[in-house]
């Protein structure tokens, strides 16, 4: 019945309109949808058959695009109320909770779905390392992923500050003076990001303007390079094809009546295109169908964490009254680890170092070996380094955030230190 | 079409009804709140009630909506009457909360007052245990009734609250401990202990009680000696420190403190030098007339306006007309009428009118110094590792030991390193604030009466 409701509107002049193509019954069809579709017309009308198999990304890119839609939607809706002022801030988030109509559960889905997009986005980035994405000719398009990662990071602190209450005041308290470490610029720096030598109203201004425009923008523009370059590099990464024979081509070349559209050209060594036409399929429905199944997972675990688990809020932000240990959000607890052992080299010059190697990798690692391979085993030496880097910052990040009591000092999680009595 | 994709459609059904579910879920949840389930009690309750159809349409009209006071003054908004619909409803007098009627509230209106500048709690929740505050990272809860006259204080003044007496009694207690000695409350004070400015606000009521017991107890190392105290003496004073809010509350709240009442009379009538031509209790001049049942003689509308304008009521007077404001002329004629049912002498603290003994032994509480050397300077305070038996000094025998000169100078400067008896050991804790700049001249010379005073009469002493 919806099958003909549908096809009535589509046959109406208004339908045609908006519809262009309507549901794909030919394989021209399938094409055009593709093609003539805003929303799809990012993806090839065909794509390899690997891009729909699970395992050879695991989604983990698409669902980080997800979690940024949820965030932008929920995020405004959040904005309808919030007000970015130290008068106000905190009873918004009351309010929200209280007498807001889904409030608090908008509140908790972008909570919860900021965190999960900053894990995401870090998976993400080790699966384009594992399976040698980045190598050429997607080595700038690696550089734009490490620049949407860094601006991830920027969204979720920033976002951080907003409720501005005590969990919020210090943890930008702590992660902005790690910045200050920096020499020469570093409180300039730091100045620039608070508007003034600690935390306040001009801060929270800086930090309201950033995470609802400048970052999201910056975004909104990098995830739109980004995904034009990966449709335009060919799709997915994928092991190179088998070199074609004097025979593949003549066979290729042979039947002249038959055309392959522009849209089925990819970048190769060879004008050959349609060598193996049976390892492309229709975007339409296979990869889209997928996709939209994959939004709907991301969705489900979203919403289960917002229902069942509140995001913290703690007291109102009182700049007279550090909880001890003060601990920036749990992304920069590694960061933090390490500015305890050094604030020079742990704040400044690891990761320097660690931002710099990021975006120069795909320029010095550019041999094509083990691309679209998981764990090739071509690519010891490299894969090596990366995992040693990769559980290094766990590592860290895991002490920071539970092995660390009162005073930064060792703790077992399972038998924290009692609180420090007050001086009296 | 292919069969993968036939597969997909089976996904579409459970992932589809999941995220219904799971929107449905949240939708209940979040329109599912307790405080509308107490209105629909209410509004049952009324339509119960209702005699005429009218009512009984009024009833039903009832909105099913979330109550609240906004009072931008306070920077607060209370909510509680989304749940204690009817607090302002006398024929719910004696209800089972939380639609009880709350009595009392005709001088402090609720859309001027709110609920929580008394009751303390969370304002803008309206969950049951979030807005009554015993929820984590909230630190106001609600103030136990028990203790809810010190709420009182943040506007008004102990000794102008007949209706808070545990108040005015914790206040009594407060200055008898001589907390004074080593705290400071509103920038006077000794500098030995922590300053009690917002104490009230960073402790509830059974951290202070213990802490006033035992302190050690909950604060490990503490040299501040227990206070010895009956039991409701030390409830009352917990009542009065609570009241140590530190809040800033808004010109119109703060104003109740400056409302004249008699003892800011007792002030001015000190200040203004009226003892100097009229006598209370048999002491002060002879030029008017005694003061002490002036209530019997005038009602309150002539005493104000005598002090208006004195020649205007009584022809004749050579009282002269001292240009007092109204608020001047209502505390003073406040201050009068209440002589009569006061113990005139002890009420009035009117300096001039003690003996300087009198006035020393006021020093001696005003200044606290009863905390460490005891009531009536007999000692007994631990100071571990000083000296002096590891106790704070007493003070009978002190003017035996000292000059007045040598004792001022010992006052003014402190004393801050205390001889020690084991040079192994912690210093002692307690140690003498100077009081040079926080104690008057004339106070000064006062207490010298005072300490010269409690050597036992006819005993020689020999050392």
Same mark, same amino acid.
């Given at each position: 019945m919806l099958n003909a409701l549908w096809k009535t509107f589509r046959s109406t002049r208004v339908g045609r309109s908006i519809f262009r193509v309507g549901l794909p019954e030919s394989n021209f069809e399938r094409a055009q949808v593709a093609i003539s579709s805003f929303f799809l017309h990012f993806q090839p009308a065909k794509v390899n058959r690997r891009a729909l198999k699970f395992r050879t990304t695991l989604g983990l890119g698409l669902i980080s695009l997800y979690l940024f839609l949820i965030l932008t939607g929920t995020g405004v809706l959040l904005m309808f109320y919030y007000v970015p002022a130290t008068d106000y801030a905190y009873q918004n988030m009351k309010d929200l909770e209280f007498v807001v109509t889904a409030g608090q559960v908008l509140r908790n889905m972008h909570r919860w779905a900021a965190h999960l997009m900053v894990l995401f986005v870090a998976l993400h980035m080790c699966r384009a390392f594992y399976t040698a994405a980045y190598k050429p000719p997607r080595e700038f398009n690696w550089v734009i992923g490490v620049g949407l990662f860094l601006l991830t990071l920027g969204l979720s602190f920033t976002g951080y500050l907003l409720p501005w209450d005590q969990l919020a005041y210090w943890a930008i308290t702590v992660g902005t003076s790690i910045a200050g470490y920096a020499p020469v610029v570093g409180q300039k720096l730091k100045f620039l990001f608070l508007g003034g030598h600690v935390v306040g109203e001009s801060a929270l201004i800086r930090f309201y303007v950033l995470h609802v425009i400048v970052l999201p923008l910056a975004a909104v523009l990098l995830i739109g390079v980004h995904l034009w370059r990966v449709r335009k590099d060919g799709g997915l990464a994928r092991p190179d094809e088998p070199v074609a024979t004097r025979e593949d081509l003549a066979v290729a070349q042979l039947p002249q009546t038959k055309s392959y559209g522009l849209m089925e050209l990819a970048r190769g060594t060879?004008? %050959? %295109?349609?060598?193996?036409?049976?390892e492309e399929v229709f975007t339409w429905p296979n990869l889209v169908f997928r996709e939209i199944l994959l939004f709907m997972a991301t969705m489900t675990v979203v919403l289960v964490l917002a229902i069942f688990w509140n995001a913290p809020l703690e007291e109102i932000a009182n700049p007279v009254h550090p909880p001890n240990p003060a601990k920036a959000p749990w992304y920069f607890l590694g960061l933090q680890e390490l500015v305890a052992y050094s604030a020079f080299w742990g704040g400044v010059v690891v990761p320097g170092l660690l931002v710099t190697a990021l975006i120069a990798l795909p320029y010095l690692d550019r041999k094509r070996r083990g691309v679209g391979v998981w764990f090739s085993g071509e690519r010891r030496v490299a894969i090596t380094i990366f995992s040693l880097c990769l559980s290094a910052a766990i590592v860290l990040t895991v002490i920071g955030t539970v092995f660390r009591g009162p005073n930064w000092a060792f703790q077992l999680p399972w038998k924290p230190a009692t609180p420090v009595a007050e001086e009296h | 079409m292919e069969p993968s994709v036939r597969k997909l459609y089976l996904w579409f059904a459970v992932l589809g009804l999941l995220v219904g579910i799971l929107v449905v879920t949240a939708f209940y949840k979040d329109q599912h709140r307790e405080w509308k389930d107490w209105q629909q009690r209410y509004i049952k309750d009324e339509l119960a009630r209702a005699a005429t159809p009218e009512q009984r349409a009024d009833a039903a009209r009832t909105p099913l909506e979330v109550r609240q006071v906004v009072l931008p003054d306070l920077d607060r908004v209370d909510r509680c009457t989304s749940c204690h619909v009817s607090v302002e409803d006398p024929s719910y007098a004696g209800f089972p909360l939380p639609l009880a009627y709350h009595p009392n509230h005709d001088r402090h209106p609720f859309n001027k007052f709110g609920c929580t500048i008394c009751h303390q709690g969370q304002g803008r929740a309206t969950t049951r245990v979030a807005a009554h505050g015993h929820v984590e990272h909230w630190d106001r809860p609600m103030l136990d009734m028990k203790y809810i006259q010190s709420a009182c204080a943040k506007c008004h003044l102990p000794a102008d609250m007949p209706e808070a007496p545990d108040l005015a009694r914790g206040r009594a207690v407060f200055e008898e401990s001589g907390c004074i000695g080593c705290h400071k409350l509103h920038g006077a004070g000794g500098v030995v202990g922590p300053e009690l400015d917002n104490v009230g606000a960073k402790r509830d009521a059974a951290w202070l009680l213990k802490h006033f017991k035992t302190p050690a107890a909950v604060t490990p190392g503490s040299a501040m000696p227990p206070i010895k105290a009956s039991d409701a003496d030390l409830s009352a004073l917990t009542l009065y420190v609570l009241s140590f809010t530190g809040e800033a509350l808004s010109a119109y709240y703060v104003s109740m403190k400056t409302i004249p009442g008699p003892q800011a009379g007792r002030r001015l009538f000190a200040e203004k030098g009226c003892i100097g031509c009229h006598a209370i209790a048999g002491k002060g001049g002879t030029i008017g007339p005694e003061l002490d049942e002036v209530a019997k003689r005038h009602d309150a509308q002539w005493i104000s306006s005598h002090f208006k304008n004195p020649a205007a009521v009584t022809p004749g007077t050579v009282m002269p007309q001292f240009n007092f404001n109204e608020q001047e002329i209502r505390a003073l004629t406040e201050f009068l009428l209440s002589l009569t049912d006061t113990n005139v002498i002890g009420f009035m603290r009117i300096p001039s009118l003690m003996t300087p003994l009198d006035r020393g032994k006021a020093v001696y509480k005003k200044y606290g110094c009863a905390g460490c050397h005891g009531a009536d300077g007999q000692g007994g305070v631990p100071n571990p590792n000083a000296k002096t038996a590891e106790q704070v000094p007493g003070l009978k025998m002190v003017s035996e030991g000292y000059s007045k000169d040598e004792l001022k100078k010992r006052i003014l400067d402190g004393q801050r390193e205390i001889p020690v008896m084991n040079a192994k050991k912690a210093p002692p804790p307690l140690y003498m604030p100077p009081w040079r700049g926080k104690i008057a001249e004339g106070e000064l010379s006062d207490l010298m009466e005072y300490l010269v005073s409690l050597a036992p009469k006819g005993e020689k002493v020999e050392f």
């Open positions: 060879t004008p %050959v %295109v349609g060598i193996d036409p049976q | -």
